[in-house]
């Protein structure tokens, strides 16, 4: 006698499917980080620029392990890098395990300060390679990366990115202050909320809201991982009168031969950086501001 079968409803399948699934506790956005052609070709131009026979490469953020495989691909004699994701870490060191330079690699599932403290980093690498950048540069701890390089450069170890500077830009846009603030709904009062907005900064796509730029880009600041320069206000002239809600920012990572950017529009999977005035500010053409982005992404903006 046959068996015959239930037929399993698209939910039953879908729940019995996710239950062999991993689970991901890393960013989603490291799916689109690989598939972003331009700042893959980017930096592997950049890393195909080196002379990297013999040399030692250190990278901090092993990801999926592109990098790292891109650096031997080009000669790099060994290359050491570190991930704090324990999955992460577990699928480079399986992706690089299938490819010829497999015995060049080696993956550290920790972070990079860590790993200097037990000694596991060589000192003076050739090359210290990091793409520990969000959409503001120091969300992914950038200054604590910085104070780990500086404890194991030389003078002749390359670091990329060499430069990372970062543009801003008065922006006007209800829309984007409303992604981080809350009003009247329905006729309740809902402000209490924003004791939980965000202070210094977070990631939008600024083509997809209503906005108007108040004054051209400027630079904001100048970051290196060796002797980064300190935070210091500009002059910005607005040239259009209107109402601030914020600064939009957004970065170039100059990595040598090549750099990468998350300006509007750019097709770049970053997003770029909104950072939030405490209040909103009613300037008038021809006004003088002065404006100042700190370590952890604030953005002051003052009458001059």
């Not at 300060?113 to 793409?131: H, K, N, W, Y």
């Not at 400027?218 to 970051?223: D, K, L, P, T």
Request: a negative charge.
């Amino acid at each position: 006698m046959s068996v015959v079968q239930p037929i399993r409803t698209p939910a039953v399948f879908l729940s019995a499917r996710n239950s062999y699934l991993p689970k991901r506790d890393f960013p989603v956005w490291h799916f689109a980080m690989v598939n972003d052609g331009p700042r893959n070709i980017a930096i592997e131009s950049s890393i195909a620029a080196l002379d990297l026979k013999g040399k030692t490469v250190i990278e901090i953020g092993s990801g999926t392990g592109l990098i790292a495989l891109l650096f031997a691909r080009h000669g790099a004699e060994r290359v050491i890098t570190c991930e704090m994701n324990a999955n992460l870490a577990a699928m480079a060191t399986r992706i690089i395990a299938k490819t010829p330079f497999a015995d060049r690699i080696t993956i550290i599932n920790d972070s990079s300060t860590s790993a200097i403290a037990q000694g596991l980093l060589p000192r003076a690498p050739d090359v210290i390679f990091t793409e520990t950048l969000d959409c503001g540069v120091v969300g992914e701890g950038f200054f604590a990366i910085a104070e780990d390089i500086g404890h194991i450069a030389a003078p002749h170890t390359i670091i990329m990115p060499e430069q990372i500077t970062q543009t801003a830009r008065l922006i006007e846009s209800v829309a984007l202050a409303n992604l981080n603030h809350a009003g009247i709904a329905c006729g309740f009062d809902l402000r209490l909320l924003n004791s939980f907005s965000t202070g210094n900064y977070f990631p939008v796509h600024a083509e997809l809201h209503e906005h108007r730029y108040l004054s051209a880009a400027h630079q904001v600041r100048s970051y290196t991982y060796r002797n980064c320069p300190p935070a210091d206000s500009i002059d910005v002239i607005v040239e259009t009168s209107g109402t601030v809600h914020g600064l939009l920012s957004g970065f170039r990572a100059d990595f040598g031969a090549a750099a990468v950017s998350n300006e509007p529009s750019s097709g770049s999977h970053w997003h770029q950086a909104f950072h939030p005035l405490p209040e909103a500010m009613t300037v008038d053409a021809g006004e003088h501001l002065s404006v100042l982005v700190d370590d952890q992404g604030y953005a002051w903006i003052t009458r001059s």
